[in-house]
């Protein structure tokens, strides 16, 4: 790929707009006493692993807009449309994941209960079948996913960020089960102690937001 868009004049103008990083997420987490049996040190080291995907997705961006301006084409290019997606996700998703905690967590409203106990004949089913979806043995996300075509919810297990992620389909809770989102506080051999911390920092405002949206 060429180094500069200098050298390509039909490049986009807005090609290097930088996606920002969304730094209001990690103020909510780390006010006051910080997240519960979540440590400040390992969510302010989480959020730098997403301020990485930031970087490295607006790299990638720019890197692909010089590319097509240049009409290059190829494995590397390839590669690169690939890597953005992977990118891509690992942004969006990191983002909904802060997004849906808040320290010590918070209530679901009889609203919230109500839609997941039509999906899963009780909350407690929910809670554990999300659980054991987190359970997975495989590095990614636990989601629980709103299918806006019938209203049906469902718990998916997304590998990496991308693989089982499905199109259309609108996030409401997403729990990172990565080692970075444990490993500091709990060992390698930790997520069950990490599962069951997130759910007492649920911010459940946020999942009823997203469930009427």
């Known amino acids: 790929f060429p180094a500069s868009a200098q050298e390509h004049p ?5 090609m290097s707009a930088d996606y920002p990083v969304k730094t209001e997420l990690l103020e909510k987490l780390v006010a006051g006493s910080g997240l519960v049996e979540i440590t400040k040190d390992l969510i302010e080291q989480h959020f730098g692993l ?3 995907y930031v970087a490295n997705l607006n790299a ?4 692909l807009a010089e590319g ?3 009409g290059a084409s190829g494995p590397v290019v390839a590669d690169r449309r690939r890597r953005f997606g992977f990118e891509y996700n690992g942004v969006v998703l990191h983002e909904l994941y802060f997004e849906n905690m808040i320290p010590g967590g918070s209530q679901p409203s009889d609203t919230v209960v109500q839609t997941i106990e039509r999906a899963f004949g009780s909350f407690d089913a929910w809670v554990k079948d ?3 979806t987190g359970a997975s043995r495989s590095i990614g996300w636990a989601i ?4 806006p075509s019938t209203g049906a919810l ?9 693989d089982g992620n499905v199109a259309g389909f609108v996030p409401i809770l997403i729990m990172d089960v990565w080692e970075h989102a ?6 390698a051999a930790g997520r069950p102690k990490y599962i069951e911390a997130f759910f007492k920092n649920i911010d459940w405002a946020v999942v009823e937001r997203r469930l009427s949206e």
């Open 10 to 14: 039909q490049a986009p103008s807005n």
């Open 50 to 52: 997403y301020k990485g």
């Open 60 to 63: 990638l961006r720019k890197e």
């Open 68 to 70: 097509r301006a240049a």
């Open 130 to 132: 999300f659980k054991a």
């Open 144 to 147: 629980l996913y709103l299918d």
């Open 154 to 162: 469902n718990n998916h297990f997304v590998q990496l960020h991308e």
């Open 182 to 187: 444990y490993i500091l506080d709990n060992g």
